[in-house]
């Protein structure tokens, strides 16, 4: 828009008048105390919680005449102390978004495809689940009902009604998460070391030196609030590193940044552990000593394991003989392309303030990330971080009932076919898909694109999918349109279209978890666990339904009325209100009672009597309050009882990876050599059970794709839901290096030059299978030879903010994941995207 310098001025002056009382402005105030310079209008503040990111913050949003204004952290949370992230104030551009999904609709396209309008028609709810109810009789008659496939994005705990139990019920093996598009590999860090399989809590009140290892704790990852709140504490008692081929937000406040070489932080960690050995700088209370107490741990010499007495850990010798005895910090410094006297500060540092300490690290997911985080997470036992106040731990759980059983109304029909293998191939020799060091325990995420295309092993006939855009979300998403248009019938449950959407037969219009569903999430930080509520805080505006709770029980009203009724009666029957013993009556009673019945041990004075952490006085205090803190970690308890891992000690060597490496090479007849061959990793022989360095894998040769392409969240991306409101884009530049409403690809200043490339030039971005154009952002907070773009936009099917021409469907900006190749790290089932696996040519269009 342009305005003459004359009326702009006129303009202006309107604009600001207005500006004193806009709810737009205000909605981004950051008070504490309350409503601020909101109108005088009364209202409320009523307790819910965010899931616009993976912290699950307790949150209260204050509501008046009807209308949700204003959103804060649960003053009564311990995990974000009464503050949100920035994320949180989108949430009223969701809700409020022009573009949402208004009432029931079939398509009557029958062709699919990404360019094929689905001309979708509105439809009622009981013609929606009457059809659905049908495909699903068909599959019963047939006796396939395994070929019912269910994929859920994000979720509450009420997804063990939907995701879990629903499909048995009906009788397939194939729910699908998104947990391996997501962050799985992460979770190998802690899992093969101290058998944990989950994300970790830290202690920030008394941590003397953190480091950020791919990650942005003050972005993204997993308590932004508590970390954001912390940081300083941190920065004024000791130091703050931060490992990231770009400056991200955490780095710009740290006292170091290591522009790493993507995909070689396997490198750094072990040197660092090499030199803190060497330097003696290890936890002897918790790793033990030398017997005679000399350091007998010297560059290129092998060390007998029986003059270690080992302690608290497993291994701590071998480790050191199979890898770490040749790899110091100047070996590492040429691999990672980084300062040796920096990773030698930074080890020692780090080895200084222990236990006061801890390495924040990020997924990591690259095709060899799981070696990567464990040698990452192996340092944070070496000085004796873990479990160690100042340090890191496991975190809190919260209290929570279980959900009633539905074992005793699953027929013949669904017991036959439960047991057939899963869609995603988990558990297939070159999938081995570890979850938690288990064979075939952990979901394959995006190889279920492939295997439905395969058919291998079987086709799938009818999916519903949820809170979930796969076609966008997935690397070398092409896949999914070519599997979603083979799929016959597939419902997607959402607020909003998404790509994925665009393929289904049925929309079913979701309620907003945030503001218009009844369920309960936990979630854990800042050393507590929690449990919170989610409840409507504002009155439907459209023919919207709860998916988890609402969308199962007229399923299975409709199943009854067509002779199946073991699902209603399971339903009906065991989802009793436990405050009163009534029997749900309808879909939205059936919501309150499932949520009462999760969250009772939280606020049932008789179940919670002598619970340790906040205690409520029944359901309506659990209403008005929103949120039940957990008591506070209590530090060293492993080291008291011992870890859950094969040996009950921290494993360097890790004997928990090893069975489950060897139980999946046996089940094939086959050695690990083979498993680890067929896999992609390097690691021969005794080396694939402890932390070690594999060289980057990588798509495409450098010379022909010389730039390794790194991605990241935008501290504005509500997961992949943001990308239609406009304060996203109005708002962007808050990301380092970023601008207001583009898509820049970021490419440090030297590189440009060489290629004649200036800020704000179109380029093109070339991978080995496909290229997309995009404009280029010159920062010197990128490292040179790579380029950085943030993940988010590219939509072509998401609203009229999210794409240039929505008619037409013309995606504004670029979705990089079109042309990042489909990988895995195969021993957790992870789909690759970070550690600069996708070469890049760059050229000036
Ligand atoms: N703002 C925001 N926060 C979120 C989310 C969100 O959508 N937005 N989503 C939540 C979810 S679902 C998840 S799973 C978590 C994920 O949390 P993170 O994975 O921590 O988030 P990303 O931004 O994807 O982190 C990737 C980081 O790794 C860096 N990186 C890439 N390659 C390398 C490498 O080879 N070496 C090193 N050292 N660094 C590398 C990138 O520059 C970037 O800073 O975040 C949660 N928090
Ligand atoms: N290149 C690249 N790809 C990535 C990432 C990255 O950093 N870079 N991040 C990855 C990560 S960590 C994750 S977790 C995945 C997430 O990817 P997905 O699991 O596919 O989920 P989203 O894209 O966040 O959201 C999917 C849909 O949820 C719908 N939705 C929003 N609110 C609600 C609701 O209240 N109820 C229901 N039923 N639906 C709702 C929206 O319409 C949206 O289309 O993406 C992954 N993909
Ligand atoms: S986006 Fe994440 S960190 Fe921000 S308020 Fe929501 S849950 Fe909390
Ligand atoms: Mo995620």
Request: proline content about 5%; hydrophobic content about 35%; glycine content about 8%.
């Amino acid at each position: 828009m342009r305005i003459k310098r004359r009326e702009f001025l006129k303009a202006g002056a309107a604009a600001g008048a207005v500006a004193m009382t806009s709810p737009t402005l205000n909605a981004f105030a950051q008070t504490r105390s309350g409503a601020g310079n909101m109108s005088e209008a009364a209202g409320e503040w009523i307790p819910n919680t965010c899931q616009g990111c993976t912290t699950w913050c307790p949150i209260e949003i204050f509501v008046q005449n009807g209308r949700a204004v204003k959103v804060r952290g649960n003053q009564l949370s311990k995990a974000n102390d009464g503050y949100c992230c920035v994320r949180g104030h989108l949430i009223l551009q969701q809700i409020y978004d022009p573009d949402r999904i208004k009432t029931p609709m079939k398509r009557t396209n029958p062709k699919k495809g990404r360019t094929e309008d689905p001309k979708f028609v509105p439809i009622s709810w009981d013609e929606a689940m009457d059809t659905i109810a049908d495909k699903i009789m068909e599959l019963r008659k047939n006796n396939e009902t395994h070929k019912f496939l269910l994929m859920r994005g994000r979720y509450s705990d009420h997804n063990q009604i939907f995701y879990g139990d629903l499909p048995k019920m009906i009788g397939t093996p194939n729910n699908i998460s998104h947990s391996a598009i997501c962050a799985e590999v992460e979770k190998m860090g802690s899992m093969a070391t101290e058998g944990f399989w989950g994300y970790r809590d830290y202690d920030l009140d008394n941590m003397k030196y953190l480091i950020a290892w791919a990650c942005d704790p003050l972005s993204s990852n997993r308590q932004i609030p508590n970390a954001i709140r912390k940081i300083n504490k941190v920065l004024e008692n000791g130091k703050v590193a931060v490992i990231d081929p770009r400056m991200n937000n955490t780095a710009a406040k740290a006292q170091e940044w290591m522009p790493i070489k993507p995909g070689t932080d396997g490198a750094v960690a072990i040197a660092m552990a090499h030199y803190i050995l060497v330097n003696g700088l290890w936890n002897k209370e918790f790793c033990g000593d030398f017997k005679d107490g000399k350091n007998q741990f010297r560059k290129g010499r092998t060390v007998n394991e029986a003059d270690f007495d080992e302690k608290l850990t497993n291994g701590l010798v071998k480790w050191w003989n199979l890898e770490l005895k040749d790899k110091d910090a100047a070996w590492a410094a040429k691999e990672a392309g980084v300062d040796r006297r920096q990773i030698e500060r930074i080890a020692k540092d780090f080895a200084a303030a222990a236990p006061q300490c801890g390495i924040w690290y990020g997924p990591y997911m690259h095709p060899r990330g799981s070696y990567t985080v464990m040698a990452i997470h192996a340092l944070n036992g070496l000085v004796g971080a873990t479990d160690s106040e100042g340090g890191l731990c496991t975190g809190m759980g919260a209290p929570s009932s279980s959900y009633p059983k539905f074992d005793k109304y699953q027929d013949d029909v669904a017991k036959a076919n439960v047991g057939k293998p899963k869609i995603d191939q988990r558990g297939t020799l070159t999938m081995p898909a570890m979850g938690s060091a288990r064979p075939g325990s952990g979901v394959v995420t995006n190889n279920v694109a492939n295997a439905i295309l395969a058919e291998d092993p079987y086709d799938i006939k009818v999916a519903i999918g949820y809170f979930c855009n796969f076609n966008f979300s997935t690397t070398e998403g092409a896949r999914w349109d070519k599997a979603m248009a083979k799929v016959p019938f597939f419902v997607h449950c959402v607020p909003m279209f998404s790509e994925m959407t665009y393929f289904a037969d049925i929309v079913l219009p979701s309620a907003l978890h945030h503001t218009e569903d009844w369920a309960v999430v936990r979630s854990k930080a800042n050393l507590y666990g929690h449990i919170s509520i989610q409840q409507p805080v504002i009155e439907r505006m459209f023919d919207v339904k709860g998916t988890e709770t609402e969308v199962t029980w007229l399923l299975a009203e409709k199943l009854k009325a067509k002779g199946f009724s073991n699902m209603y009666d399971w339903l009906y029957n065991e989802y009793k209100d436990p405050e009163t013993g009534k029997n749900p009556t309808n879909s939205l009673e059936f919501a309150l009672y499932a949520t009462k019945i999760r969250s009772k041990k939280a606020w049932d004075p008789e179940e919670n009597k002598d619970y340790k952490g906040d205690k409520l006085n029944g359901w309506e205090d659990f209403r008005k309050k929103g949120v039940v803190n957990s008591p506070k970690f209590t530090f060293r308890q492993k080291w008291e009882k011992g870890f859950p891992t094969e040996t009950k000690k921290f494993e360097f060597y890790s004997e928990t990876l090893k069975k489950g490496l060897e139980a999946h090479a046996a089940k094939h007849n086959t050695t690990v050599d083979k498993v680890m061959e067929l896999t992609n990793y390097e690691a021969r022989g005794e080396k694939a059970f402890v932390p070690h360095y594999e060289t980057p894998k990588r798509h495409g040769d450098r010379r022909q794709y010389p730039f390794d392409l790194i991605d990241m969240k935008s501290r504005l991306n509500r997961e992949g839901r943001s990308a239609n409101l406009s304060w996203y884009y109005a708002f962007k530049k808050c990301d380092p290096g970023d601008v207001n409403q583009e898509d820049v690809i970021q490419l440090n200043p030297d590189d440009a030059r060489k290629l004649g490339i200036s800020d704000g030039d179109m380029v093109r971005v070339t991978s080995t299978i496909g290229s997309l154009t995009v404009k280029a952002r010159l920062w010197e907070g990128v490292r040179p030879g790579v380029a950085a773009k943030c993940y988010g936009q590219g939509h072509h099917a998401f609203g009229r903010f999210a794409s240039k021409d929505f008619a037409k469907a013309e995606p504004r900006g670029a979705n990089f994941n079109e042309i990042m190749p489909d990988d895995y790290d195969r021993i957790t089932g992870s789909t690759a995207r970070n550690g600069g696996f996708t070469g890049v040519k760059i050229e000036k269009v």
